[in-house]
């Protein structure tokens, strides 16, 4: 019968691989988690960025935040462009342009998703002030 060595006698390489086997264990586990609990589902609204947290009170100043949440992420989408541009132009290989479409196109889902969560959450609170007031 073989025996097997102990972790002081395998080379560093048997680390890397043990250590990598154990990584992707985990990872898969966490992975299975999240799909079988529905935690994929609830990742798919997760750009909701806004200045009037649901499940927070309004305020007579959520009007000037989101106008400021809007300007930020119109800055944001801007400077990324810029971004996703700079790094095409200076990239050299053929498959730049397609990799900025494709960050332009990710960055265009991602821009509208917020825009339409702060619209949501800004009727909500004026909704919630009118209630207030009555």
Known sequence: MQRIPSLG??????????????VMVILFAL???GF??????????????QSAIPGQPASTWDDRMFALDRDAVDEAYKD??????????????????????????????IYVQIMEN??????A?????????Q
């Open 9 to 22: 006698e395998l080379t560093i390489g048997h680390r890397i691989a043990i250590t990598m086997g154990i």
């Open 31 to 33: 992975a299975l988690f």
């Open 36 to 49: 079988l609990t529905g935690g994929w589902d609830q990742a798919e609204g997760a750009y909701q960025i």
């Open 80 to 109: 990324h462009l810029k971004k996703l541009f700079g790094v095409m132009l200076t990239a050299g290989d053929v498959h730049a342009s397609e990799r900025a479409i494709h960050g332009a196109m990710n960055m265009r889902k």
């Open 118 to 123: 702060i619209d949501k959450r800004e009727k």
């Open 125 to 133: 609170s004026q909704e919630e002030l009118k209630r207030k007031q």
